[in-house]
């Protein structure tokens, strides 16, 4: 069938077209998490090729987010920034957070499962 819309076989009616067209532009801007993720790496790289220091970024982060002219905003950008660099260079810090919690759950839901040991008629 595709090669006889490209041989132009197949003729479009008007609305089928509007409905491509839409299709089109919704599949164009809907961006994954990977595609985002993908941008805000290549533009870690791009600020760190054109000299952009991380006091600049993180300035200019603070203009997109609640309550630019605060203190925590600027250290949310820049542990932002501290943050995809670390990713960037290997690091795992979410996955190695969450092991470890599930890690913990693990062992505090096998202590509950495990019943004490009473001595029964013992003074200790």
């Known amino acids: 069938m595709l090669t006889h819309i490209l041989q132009g076989q197949i003729k479009f009616t008007g609305e089928q077209m509007l409905q491509d067209r839409v299709l089109t532009k919704l599949t164009k801007s809907c961006e994954t998490q990977q595609t985002r993720a993908r941008k805000e790496f290549k533009s870690l790289a791009r600020a760190e ?39 960037k260079n290997g690091s795992t810090p979410m996955t190695d957070a969450v092991n470890r919690c599930l890690k913990k759950k693990k062992t505090v839901n096998e202590d509950k499962n495990t019943l004490p040991l009473l001595c029964i008629g013992s003074d200790e």
């Open 49 to 87: 090729v054109n000299n952009i220091s991380e006091k600049e970024l993180a300035a200019e982060m603070t203009k997109d987010m609640d309550n630019p002219n605060s203190a925590s905003t600027l250290i949310q950008a820049a542990t932002s920034i501290l943050y995809m660099k670390a990713v």
